[in-house]
Nanobody, 124 residues
C-alpha cells in the first residue's frame, strides 16, 4: 500500500504560479511511476503529467506543456508539480497517483493509488 497526500493548492490570479506537493508513505517510493491528474466540475478526470521512477523521464498533456513541470525527490518521498502562467481553465481538483508498474502512464485507470486531491482555483 502507498498513501498519498497532496498539498499546495489554493487561489491564484491568472498568470500566477503554484507548486503542488505529493507526499508518499508506505512502500518504497522510487518503485512507483507517478502522475498528476485533475478534475474540473462537470468534467472527467484528465491527465496532467507523469514521471518515471527515477525522475529522468516525464510526459505532459498538451494543455500544460511549457507551463507545468513535474519532478520528484525520491530521498524525500515527494513528488511536485510546478505550475506557472496559470489560466482560469486550469481550475480543478488536482490528484496525485502512483502506479504499481514499471512505466508511467497517461491513463488514470492504470494507476493504483490516489491522494485525496487539492483544489486549485485560478481567477481571471
Amino acid at each position: 500500500q502507498v498513501q498519498l497526500v497532496e498539498s499546495g493548492g489554493g487561489l491564484v490570479q491568472a498568470g500566477g504560479s503554484l507548486r503542488l506537493s505529493c507526499a508518499a508513505s508506505g512502500r518504497t517510493f522510487n518503485n512507483y511511476p507517478m502522475g498528476w491528474f485533475r478534475q474540473a466540475p462537470g468534467k472527467e478526470r484528465e491527465f496532467v503529467a507523469a514521471i518515471s521512477r527515477s525522475g529522468n523521464s516525464a510526459d505532459y498533456a498538451d494543455s500544460v506543456k511549457g507551463r507545468f513541470t513535474i519532478s520528484r525527490d525520491n530521498a524525500k518521498n515527494t513528488m511536485y508539480l510546478q505550475m506557472n502562467s496559470l489560466k482560469p481553465e486550469d481550475t480543478a481538483v488536482y490528484y496525485c497517483a502512483a502506479r504499481a508498474g514499471r512505466f508511467s502512464s497517461m491513463l488514470n485507470s492504470e494507476y493504483d493509488y490516489w491522494g485525496q486531491g487539492t483544489q486549485v482555483t485560478v481567477s481571471s
